[in-house]
């Protein structure tokens, strides 16, 4: 299909160079993170953490692959880093939650934890294994790092 410049400025058409794809909202669709959902009551004991199990809130592709990233705005002492993680066929990812305070939490089932950033298959790549080499040569460096700071600390 071939779309005439006068169509995509009476539509105000937007386009990601990115996907080469037009659409109907200002941003690229693909690019907005997927909020990720508690799918049942949690609490979180004092000082812990726990692998958890998060639910999409988008009918967006499923057995994908995104960046998970865990922060709510009003309960900023549960926490999360930023996680490579897989979208199941059940639109789940699974993630590690951390509760900072001393004190239990308690989150409420549909509770927006994070969002989900997607990625491309081409945008992942396997990392090469270190080898014994490059083992004993990282070895040798943090050494001599941990030599320097004691001697700093002393």
């Not at 934890?113 to 490059?134: A, F, H, K, S, Y």
Request: charged share 25%; glycine share 6%; hydrophobic share 35%.
């Amino acid at each position: 299909m071939i779309l005439g410049i006068d169509f995509i400025r009476k539509h105000n058409l937007g386009y990601c160079p990115k996907h080469h794809e037009f659409h109907w909202t200002e941003q690229c669709p693909r690019d907005h993170g997927v909020r990720l959902t508690l799918p049942k009551r949690m609490v979180l004991p004092p000082l812990s953490s726990r692998v958890c199990t998060l639910k999409l809130g988008s009918n967006r592709e499923t057995e994908s692959t995104g960046i998970a990233s865990i922060q709510i705005e009003e309960e900023p002492w549960i926490q999360g880093g930023l996680v490579l993680t897989n979208v199941t066929s059940s639109k789940m990812v699974t993630v590690e939650l951390r509760n900072a305070s001393p004190v239990p939490q308690e989150m409420t089932r549909g509770l927006v934890v994070g969002l989900l950033e997607m990625m491309d298959d081409d945008d992942v790549q396997q990392m090469r294994p270190m080898d014994e080499v490059m083992m004993k040569e990282l070895n040798e460096v943090m050494q001599k790092f941990y030599r320097c700071v004691c001697k700093v600390w002393m």
